[in-house]
């Protein structure tokens, strides 16, 4: 079965600072996978896919994945967060029926 | 831009009451979904429907029913909504069966006394 498990419940970090959310995935298949975002009050907005090709896929908002098969993991990165970034995080990955299957989130906190 | 609308942002019922919470999209997508989201659970699938008329069961259908007559609309029923329904609920579209994005609406915060 499909599954998505994003180990980090809640991450803080600095402005300005380096951010890294993980994301492992579980599927039969080549996965075709997704990050979005979810800001307070709001519903998901997408921020990055990969489907095939360059394991390195860029994004709105200075974001950026790797896609790693061998450790099942497509990790979202951004080498300078901004205060704005504060934000709920959320993996999927697409099933070719059109379902998604999302991970749990990660919330980020970015400190002055 | 593709744009999800949901009827109402908050919304207040009673324990008993019938609800219906309204999604619509206005890009011709043919795939609509209705997931509850809540602390520490995530987004679980509740109902999609890949055509008119046409619905899937998803991860927890008990408590729901939908309805989707047109293409464009998709609606969530509680035929007697319960406090455990007390939820944020999210309707998405996406363009057709397969690998494809999907696109949100605001969300209704819903809220069972």
């Known amino acids: 079965a499909q599954s998505v498990t994003q180990p980090d419940i809640h991450i803080t970090v600095s402005e300005g600072a380096s951010l890294e959310l993980r994301c492992n995935y579980s599927?039969?298949?080549?996965?075709?996978l997704f990050w979005y975002v979810q800001s307070p009050g709001q519903g998901l907005q997408l921020l990055l896919k990969?489907?095939?090709?360059?394991?390195l896929v860029q994004g709105i908002k200075g974001f950026e994945a790797e896609f790693k098969r061998s450790q099942s993991s497509f990790n979202l990165r951004k080498p300078s967060v901004h205060w704005s970034d504060a934000a709920e995080y959320f993996c999927?990955?697409?099933?070719?029926?059109?379902?998604?299957?999302f991970g749990d989130g990660t919330t980020l906190t970015v400190k002055p | 831009d593709v744009k999800v609308t949901q009827s109402s942002r908050y919304l207040v019922k009673r324990t008993g009451e019938k609800v219906f919470l309204e999604c619509v999209q206005d890009?011709?997508?043919?795939?609509m979904f209705w997931y509850r989201q809540d602390p520490g659970l995530g987004l679980r699938l509740i109902y999609f429907?890949?055509?008119?008329?046409?619905?899937e069961k998803g991860d927890i259908p008990e408590g729901y029913s939908v309805s989707r007559e047109k293409k464009e609309r998709f609606s969530l029923i509680l035929e007697s909504a319960s406090t455990n329904q007390t939820s944020m609920y999210l309707c998405?579209?996406?363009?057709?069966?397969?690998?494809?994005?999907?696109?949100f609406g605001p969300g209704t915060r819903l809220t069972v006394t």
């Open positions: 999927a990955v697409v099933h070719r029926a059109g379902k998604s299957t």
């Open positions: 990969y489907f095939s090709g360059d394991t």
């Open positions: 599927y039969g298949a080549t996965p075709y």
């Open positions: 429907s890949y055509d008119v008329k046409m619905k």
């Open positions: 998405a579209s996406s363009k057709s069966l397969g690998l494809y994005e999907q696109y």
């Open positions: 890009m011709d997508h043919e795939n």
